[in-house]
């Protein structure tokens, strides 16, 4: 079997064995919460953008980042006002190691200020929604 064809196979089954631990932290769902539609369209704009670029470590709490489940992670970062949280998508969040937990802009260059904003908003409100619920409002 020619060297190429075995690099080939090597990749593809390094990728299937990362891909098969993702979600095992979560006994329950592997995809999560049901995520909340807002009439709100601000709100809907901002489910749009996060869905797309936050979703992927905000709903189980990937590499850090806090779940939109776990409320008494998000309750003091929530006092604090949305004008701080929106900086810490914008601008990026860094560790201790002085390594981006999270990069600038989400992580998407793409998106404008106002849309990280809309983002942020929609997290917010899913995370006091969701909270709501398990607390059975």
Known sequence: MPRKNIAIIAAAM???SLLSG???QDAGNADGPEMPNFDDAVLAEGR???MGTCRACHVLGIAGAPAVT???NWEPRIAKGMRALYKGPINGIKG???KYKMPPRAGNDRLSDSQIERAADYMVATVEYLHQQSQGR
Do not use: M, Q
Request: hydrophobic letters at 40%; one cysteine or more; glycine letters at 14%.
């Open 14 to 16: 390094t990728l299937a």
């Open 22 to 24: 993702c979600g095992a």
């Open 48 to 50: 749009s953008i996060w």
């Open 70 to 72: 776990d409320y008494a």
């Open 96 to 98: 201790d190691n002085g």
